[in-house]
């Protein structure tokens, strides 16, 4: 079944080439009933990717493309967060050593099954809220996330600040990322909004990257950090091991490598 011109041409307006699409979107968006997009699927105008998921012309899975799909089409509540965010931000030193790559995304609804069957070279790797923010409402922490263009700046992708991800990052240090990894990201972090900082320094419940942040505002002396309030900060009791062996820093209780000076 070929579409009527008029439908044609508003199916190539809200669905450009390589938009992946639900049935559900095609249902609301583009006035196709279930059996006019099966008609379409065979005549090969629409390509059906995975059950009750769809994509027009070339397919071009990219993981901007398909994140685009779960904050736009699907509605889900995850943002682009930690390295990834910082990557986009230009934050980034390392070069990944895998030709895989790695989408780290931010948020409490579960993944779909396609996410990571569909592409041979992406890994998306799901963070809940609650690993930093225990108990933070989606709309607070929609604060701390803004949008950023990608495919010639049409579309925007919805990822987290720079000090939300940098914190973000932070939990993944030792375990993923290594102190000097971590040193390197943080290096570039000179313009930070303290007031910011504070406020997510605040609402975060996590002991060991709130030590891990200040440690590191601290060892680099910036200005941002002369202006954080730390007495409003809960930075729990007792030690924080970050590296076997390392040396205990008594401002912040955690262990570091005997070569990091702060």
């Not at 938009?19 to 059996?35: F, G």
């Not at 091991?241 to 205990?248: D, E, M, N, R, S």
């Amino acid at each position: 079944m070929a579409l009527n011109p008029e439908r044609r041409k508003l199916l190539e307006q809200i669905m450009p080439e390589s938009m992946i699409v639900t049935r559900n979107w095609l249902v609301e968006q583009a006035s196709l009933d279930k059996h006019a997009i099966d008609n379409l699927v065979k005549s090969e105008q629409l390509k059906l990717l995975w059950k009750g998921l769809y994509i027009r012309g070339k397919v071009q899975l990219s993981w901007q493309s398909m994140v685009y799909t779960l904050q736009a089409i699907m509605k889900t509540d995850f943002v682009i967060g930690g390295l990834t965010a910082l990557d986009l931000k230009g934050f980034s030193h390392y070069l990944p050593n895998s030709k895989t790559e790695i989408v780290h995304l931010y948020g409490n609804d579960k993944l779909p099954l396609w996410l990571n069957e569909l592409p041979e070279n992406i890994t998306f790797i799901r963070h809940t809220r609650n690993e930093l923010f225990s108990g933070m409402e989606k709309k607070v922490s929609d604060k701390y996330t803004f949008s950023v263009f990608w495919k010639d700046g049409m579309d925007e992708l919805q990822i987290s600040c720079p000090e939300k991800a940098c914190l973000e990052m932070l939990n993944e240090v030792p375990a993923k990322i290594s102190l000097e990894h971590a040193d390197q990201l943080i290096q570039g972090m000179t313009s930070l909004s303290p007031r910011t900082v504070q406020a997510l320094l605040e609402a975060c419940t996590n002991v060991k990257v709130k030590r891990l942040f200040l440690w590191f505002g601290s060892r680099h002396n910036y200005t941002w950090f002369s202006k954080l309030n730390t007495e409003h900060i809960n930075l729990g009791s007792g030690n924080r091991v970050i590296a076997k062996g390392g040396k205990l820093d008594k401002t912040y209780k955690i262990t570091v490598p005997k070569d990091f000076q702060t």
